[in-house]
């Protein structure tokens, strides 16, 4: 799954157990499937919210233990049936996918979060299914790591989601701050902009850390994954940092020498 759509979840995926591969490989491309209908191409708002529709309708028919009709949902099937996944996460991700069609601001903090709960936890949720992991506990450790990666990446990604109409910036806060979309159609990085990046990159830092004891509860491979995803998510953070929050003319992007900061820094209870 280390490709450029869901790029930070999980970066580590060469870490995965063999007996994983498959159904994380299904999970994956239904999400990016998904995810391309909702942003890819020209179609209309209309095409793409039938398109979903469309999955919707494929996940119906596994609910009701029907043969989907295309091979992406009949591959999707057996891994279903096989690891027991719940169906909920996946329409989850299709309602975000579907909210990204028509919501392109975000009025304060707490939308973003729930369209976070949506668009990112589920990923985690179906991991600890197939890790056979499911506890209250790690689900809610989970959702502060997926919440904070999807964060994360908008963060990285300002500039690159201002070409397609889009501000994950919370509304009030940018008020706060003093920032106007302007900064971001421009590429404007002055103090008030920095300051209001320095507050968003401390506040994923904090929900990536309240998630971080995951990285220890889960053991063998599994649990060396998530700490190099939390690792991956805290690095973009020092990336942002060091730029000086300037994303729009670089992007931090992980490279060679990140992965050996991160694998050094991966050993249990290193945060």
């Not at 099937?77 to 996946?90: D, K, V």
């Not at 994954?225 to 020092?238: A, N, S, V």
Request: hydrophobic share 45%; with cysteine.
């Amino acid at each position: 799954m280390s490709v450029e759509h869901y790029e930070n979840f999980p970066v580590a995926s060469i870490l995965m157990p063999r007996r994983l591969r498959k159904p994380v490989a299904a999970i994956y491309h239904f999400a990016r499937e998904a995810d391309d209908i909702a942003d890819e191409g020209d179609a209309s708002d209309e095409l793409r919210l039938k398109g979903l529709n469309d999955f919707r309708a494929e996940l119906a028919r596994i609910a009701a233990h029907q043969t989907p009709l295309t091979p992406l949902f009949q591959h999707l099937t057996t891994q279903i049936e096989q690891y027991e996944l719940p169906l909920q996460p996946f329409h989850d991700l299709l309602d975000a996918f579907s909210q990204d069609v028509v919501q392109k601001r975000y009025e304060n903090y707490e939308a973003l979060l729930d369209y976070c709960r949506r668009s990112a936890n589920p990923v985690g949720t179906l991991m600890l299914h197939l890790y056979e992991e499911v506890t209250p506990v790690n689900i809610a450790y989970s959702d502060a790591i997926c919440t904070a990666l999807q964060l994360i990446n908008f963060w990285q990604d300002v500039a690159k989601d201002n070409l397609i109409g889009r501000f994950y910036l919370p509304l009030d806060e940018m008020a706060q701050f003093g920032v106007s979309e302007a900064h971001i159609s421009e590429g404007r990085c002055d103090d008030a902009w920095r300051a209001l990046m320095k507050f968003q990159v401390d506040r994923a830092r904090a929900l990536m850390l309240q998630g971080a004891p995951l990285g220890s509860i889960l053991t063998g491979r599994i649990g060396l994954e998530m700490r190099m995803i939390i690792q991956g998510g805290l690095r973009i953070l020092k990336k942002i940092e060091a730029v000086d929050y300037d994303v729009f003319r670089k992007r931090p992007v992980l490279g060679a020498s990140d992965w050996v900061i991160m694998l050094a820094r991966s050993a249990p209870h290193t945060y």
